[in-house]
């Protein structure tokens, strides 16, 4: 069994399509990820194509693509696909253009949905035949209730994503999921959702960019590489966002990311192999093991061998080795994983680098 495929040429150079998750990958608020705008330009300097693939289905293409430009990733509207545009797409796949759909949410949802030819409407009275919820901070009781009120006429209700919680500088806001969830109370029926981890985002941005070997790119296990997973994409885990290295030693197989990266950088370089020695999993100089007596992760340190408990740092390899030898003995015993409790390890930077991480 083979975890984290090596690669030998940087996946700039070995795959044709970046499919790139926005918060926690290229920025984080209003901010660049540091190295992201440098290494996207290199890599699309060298051929690679991207894709802006997001969740967010409040703000329409035109708005991410003029955010990016401002801070330093210079991003045409075509080069970005949202949850809106992913739910627009399966509505237009499955009705009539001209067909009613009743939008609950903001901008970019009445947008994406008017750009395949839906009439978009805001009142149950409209009779439509679909509603399509998506976030949007001014969404409240009044349009929850027009949705819930054209559902029980028969409307059918799609959502952009599933998200419970929205990122914010202040820590996590109500996303969309948490909202569909107050009409769901209400019909007791879930609805079809388009945005990540379903594969639908992630194939449409593929077919957009006309990519024929797409990879994912993403900081949420649950969201962007489960999503790359059931998409059957390569997917890079960058620790620079929501999930870091004590999700990672946990992350059940469905979730799993094909490479780990420190951050962008990771597009430029290649991906060294994980491999079985015995009891040890080993990455280049780095090795580790899981203890089943203890339950816990040892790391090899030359002669010594280091329990890995809270507060303990090691670098990106040793993780790499740590993870293969975690998702081995889960594998093994038939379980989601095998560590109960997750060691609140850290990655350290690249030495080169140091500092430049925040
Ligand atoms: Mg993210």
């Known amino acids: 069994m083979r975890y984290l495929e090596p690669l030998e040429a940087a996946p700039a150079q070995t795959f044709d399509v970046a499919l790139l998750d926005l918060d926690g990958v290229v920025y984080r608020g209003p901010d660049a990820v540091a190295h992201a705008p440098e290494a996207i330009a290199a890599a699309r300097a060298g051929g690679l194509g991207v894709m802006y693939v997001t969740n967010n289905a409040n703000r329409p293409p035109s708005t991410v693509a003029a955010h990016l430009t401002e ?3 210079p991003t045409e509207p075509e080069e970005v696909t949202t949850a809106a545009q992913a739910a627009a797409g399966l509505v237009s796949s499955e009705h009539a ?5 009743l939008v609950v949410g903001g901008t970019g949802l009445r947008e994406a949905l008017a750009a395949e030819g839906m009439t978009v409407v805001r009142s149950a009275d409209d009779d439509p035949a679909v509603v399509v919820q998506g976030f949007a901070p001014e969404v409240g009781w009044a349009e929850l209730t027009e949705a819930l009120l054209a559902i029980n006429a028969g409307a059918e209700h799609i959502a952009s994503n599933l998200d419970a919680t929205l990122p914010m500088e202040r820590g996590s806001a109500i996303g969309n999921g948490s909202l569909v969830a107050a009409v769901v109370n209400a019909t007791g029926t879930m609805p079809r959702s388009t945005g990540k981890p379903q594969p639908a985002i992630f194939e449409q941005a593929a077919a957009r960019a006309g990519a024929e070997r797409p990879f994912v790119v993403g ?5 962007d590489l489960e999503g790359a997973r059931a998409a059957g994409y390569p997917g890079i885990h960058v620790l620079t966002g929501v999930d870091l290295a004590p999700a990672l030693l946990a992350c059940v197989p469905e979730q799993r990311p094909t ?3 420190h951050d962008l950088r990771g597009l430029l370089e290649p991906h060294p192999a994980v491999e079985q020695d015995g009891l040890w999993w080993c990455c280049r100089g780095a090795a580790a093991r899981f203890d089943s007596d203890s339950g816990t992760l040892i790391v090899a340190r030359g002669e010594d ?3 890995l408990t809270d507060g303990d740092e090691v670098d990106l390899d040793e993780l790499r080795a740590a993870c293969a030898a975690a998702w081995d003995a889960a594998d093994r015993a038939g379980v989601p994983t095998v560590l109960t409790r997750c060691p609140q390890i850290r990655v350290r930077p690249d030495r080169k680098d140091a500092g430049a991480i925040a």
């Open 305 to 307: 061998h280091l329990t």
């Open 97 to 101: 253009p001209g067909t009613r759909v």
């Open 259 to 261: 490479q780990l990266a």
């Open 219 to 223: 900081d949420r296990l649950d969201t």
């Open 71 to 73: 801070i330093g990733v």
